[in-house]
């Protein structure tokens, strides 16, 4: 049975405490797979994690066909007629060192200056076509056709098929993130909640349940910023009091003091003095000594903040908390200015999903309508910002982006010049020679260095476009996550690819490309004589990134050396809590890595050392499929809350390794001086170009948004789970299709009585936490707030999955009562 295949919507299931489903078996045991796992894999790690898999499983299964005909066919060619025979030890140089055998060079190219020779008519200016002599060729014009047609046939079997699964998994629950839509360019007159839901009503689409205005919110958010560190302050104080203490003392609780050490005499406790028994009280033993040094602050003041003295910290920072407090109570009760920007619930999918796929407004750039994330996907902060400041951020951290792209050709065009044995002639003649006497050494430099460099390099600089993606100002962090992929592959692939295959030579990168500019005919041949030289260098990336680094990640390498750091730098118990959170999977950071690997199969598949680098190419994705599912669905979490949108940038990004196929093609046919087979080739590219807009037209809007008759509603929301709660504690089968399609996902279980709504304005005040058990929620007294004004957060502590980014999601009282 397919992993992505689970029960039929006639079964019966629920969810137990742990998260695990139990199903009772249908009559269609094909349909019972499909809702069972959409319900594990969907709910609990989103449709991204399903793309993602799915992408490795399709790798897979193209690669084994493409393999084939590589290793049947094209190998015999290449050895018949090309001379290619990749075996060790039997092609000998003059010197008889060993150079051009696979894991020690690449074979080299011909570069004679005869007739036949492949380049003779760029070095000897000879132009005859010579496609009547190398019919053999046609066999790479065949296969590039076949591999063209295999690829985009698989493409659009895979988009099929997660489409029905998107739009059958989406279209069957109705969650409040299905049902709200996000409103942009509100004209200032409209400004409100209720004219907003006058506006949406009028147009006769559905009811709006509710109206929430995104204001100018920066006041307290800044102030629970200000808190969570002072809080961050006051704990370290503390722990570092009760490190200093006696361990008799450690285990009491602020308002006791401690048995005088003669035990003649009970000690009295003032219960009214609470904390301030040590201060009040004449204790002559010393206290130092048994209740440890309070922690000292230095505290600035005077003019220009000249003058300081110090004070005790925990009181400071107590002090310091408390007017914050006071601050963020008055700050919640505050009016703010509202913005250009609303979230608006429906009563129903359907009626959300037709305002998001129509224009409302005839004026451009008002009023218009887009999908809205989950509340847990949210970023608040950039909800209230400025359109034009949210695109100028974007702009600006893009084109930064851009630049920092290319000065990272300068490294890279440094490894590039290691592969080059004549680079190393140059400035290093005494060692070449050495090279030449010791070919491992020679192949370790030129193949094993520059591998791990390049793979080192890949894996630093995505933390750094992290980093500055989420200064982008996006409104979720499914965007961030989404524009992290884009600019991390566009690195990879522009570094590891691009710039190897101009130039082998890293010292004459800037002169090759104006030779370039002046003689674009040069183009074919530095394009098919590179990309052969560093078939060789790919295969060892492949294999390094598959074989070599596929266990560490699957150890999570990284976490665990990183662990005895953050543990040293960890005071407090809610230091050592976080300590225990899983790690976060982030696509971008694994997703790029796996694209460009799939492009170079597809680059190289009909090249000579083709079979060997589809080879471990499938190696590498067979790996990678079971790692990257163990680590995504059992030992990371994932906080997004993303619907399948990096299937439209995998799909994007390998047409674009398509056309680098073909011109690649049409590169290396033409410099074997057979430019009829050349020719045929040259349609690929603008077909190759139309199919991208075709995926557009068609796909695309599926991925985005829930199609009507996907929508699967048939009675009223709230009947629904008033009926979901009546059938909650009864172990027989949910007698409505609807019914069971409402308990069925973990995405309505975990969003069920969700508002959208700041957790600034209602997330309970967190206490210190001292000890070693956590602080409970404040009472009503103490956060000077009625039940009515803050909703009970919700506390989804059975599965990981479920738990994450749940921070910023609250349940309406009024939805418990229910």
Excluded at 39 to 64: Q, V, Y
Excluded at 231 to 250: C, F, G, I
Aim: glycine share 6%.
């Amino acid at each position: 049975m397919d992993i992505f295949r689970g029960p039929d919507v006639n079964g019966s299931s629920s969810c137990n405490s742990t998260g695990s489903v139990h199903v009772t078996p249908s009559k269609s045991q094909k349909d019972l797979g499909v809702q069972l796992v959409l319900s594990l894999a969907l709910g609990a790690t989103a449709l991204i994690t399903f793309c993602f898999l799915n992408f490795f499983k399709m790798a897979i299964r193209l690669f084994c066909v493409m393999g084939f005909f590589a290793l049947v066919v094209l190998l015999p060619i290449n050895n018949q007629f090309r001379h290619f025979r990749p075996t060790f030890g039997d092609n000998k140089t003059e010197d008889g060192n060993d150079l051009s055998q696979l894991g020690l060079s690449p074979t080299l190219l011909p570069l004679e200056d005869d007739d036949d020779s492949s380049f003779g008519m760029y070095k000897g200016g000879h132009h005859k076509d010579l496609s009547s002599k190398r019919t053999y060729l046609w066999a790479y014009v065949f296969f590039t056709y076949l591999f063209v047609a295999m690829t985009m046939y698989t493409i659009n079997w895979e988009t099929n098929r997660i489409i029905k699964f998107r739009q059958d998994y989406l279209g069957s629950q109705s969650t409040v993130t299905d049902r709200t839509f996000r409103l942009t360019g509100v004209p200032e007159d409209f400004r409100s909640e209720g004219r907003v839901k006058h506006l949406i009503e009028k147009l006769e689409i559905g009811s709006v349940e509710c109206v929430t205005m995104c204001r100018n919110w920066k006041e307290v958010d800044h102030l629970m910023e200000d808190r969570d560190k002072l809080l961050r302050k006051l704990e370290t104080a503390w722990a570092r009091y009760l490190k200093s203490q006696n361990p008799d003392k450690q285990t009491q609780r602020p308002g006791q003091v401690a048995a005088p050490a003669n035990g003649n005499s009970t000690p009295h406790i003032d219960e009214e003095a609470g904390e301030n028994q040590r201060v009040l009280e004449d204790n002559t033993d010393n206290p130092h000594m048994l209740e440890g040094e309070r922690p000292q602050t230095k505290v600035r003041y005077g003019p220009f903040l000249l003058r300081s003295r110090k004070v005790d910290a925990i009181d400071y920072y107590e002090e310091k908390l408390r007017r914050i407090d006071s601050k963020i109570v008055a700050a919640r009760r505050k009016d703010y200015k509202p913005t250009d920007m609303a979230l608006v619930t429906m009563d129903s999918v359907a009626s959300c999903q037709m305002v998001i796929q129509a224009r409302i407004d005839p004026r451009p750039g008002n009023l218009l309508t887009k999908a809205t994330p989950a509340p847990s996907d949210l970023v608040w902060k950039n909800t209230y910002a400025m359109r034009g400041i949210r695109r100028l951020k974007s702009w600006s951290i893009t084109t930064f982006i851009c630049i920092l792209t290319i000065l990272w050709i300068f490294p890279t065009v440094f490894l590039a010049s290691l592969l080059s044995f004549c680079t190393v002639e140059k400035t290093a003649p005494d060692f070449a020679a050495w090279l030449k006497d010791h070919p491992i050494m020679y192949s370790l430099l030129q193949n094993g260095v520059p591998t791990l460099v390049v793979s080192l390099l890949n894996v630093a600089v995505p933390y750094l476009y992290d980093w500055l993606s989420n200064y982008q100002g996006m409104i979720s962090h499914g965007d961030v996550e989404l524009s992290v992929i884009s600019k991390n592959f566009f690195f990879t692939f522009f570094n590891t690819f691009f710039v190897f295959a101009i130039s082998l030579t890293g010292l004459d990168f800037l002169s090759k490309l104006q030779e370039f500019l002046k003689d674009t005919s040069q183009i074919p041949r530095a394009i098919s004589e590179d990309v052969e030289w560093l078939s060789v260098f790919y295969i060892s990336f492949i294999m390094l990134q598959g074989i070599g680094l596929m266990p560490f990640r699957m150890l999570e390498f990284g976490s665990v050396v990183l662990y005895p750091i953050y543990r040293a730098m960890s005071s407090t118990p809610r230091d050592y809590a976080e300590l225990e959170k899983p790690p976060v999977f982030q696509y971008g950071f694994y997703l790029p890595t796996a694209l460009l690997i799939f492009n170079l199969c597809l680059i190289y598949s009909v090249l000579r050392w083709g079979f060997a680098i589809l080879i471990f190419g499938i190696i590498y994705f067979v790996l990678g499929y079971f790692t990257f599912k163990y680590m995504v669905m059992y030992a990371m979490d994932q906080p997004q809350h993303a619907t399948g949108g990096a299937w439209r940038i995998i799909c994007y990004r390998i047409i674009v390794g398509l056309i680098i196929f073909e011109i690649v093609m049409v590169g290396q046919i033409a410099t074997e001086s057979a430019f009829v087979q050349s020719i045929f080739i040259l349609p690929l590219i603008p077909f190759t170009i139309w199919y991208s807009y075709y995926f557009k037209k068609r796909y695309e809007p599926l991925t985005k948004y829930i199609a009507l008759r996907a929508i699967r509603s048939t009675e009223d929301h709230e009947d629904a789970v008033l009926m979901d709660e009546q059938f909650a504690d009864e172990e027989e089968s949910r007698p409505s299709q609807a019914l069971f399609r409402r308990s069925s996902t973990l995405d309505e279980f975990r969003e069920k009585g969700v508002t959208f709504v700041n957790p600034s304005l209602v997330v309970p005040l967190k206490q210190p936490w001292v000890y070693r058990d956590p602080p409970a929620l404040p009472t009503e007294e103490e956060t000077n707030t009625s039940t009515e004004e803050l909703p009970s957060l919700v506390m989804p502590n059975t599965v990981s999955g479920l738990g994450i980014g749940d921070a910023n999601v609250w349940r309406d009282s009024g939805a418990d009562a229910a």
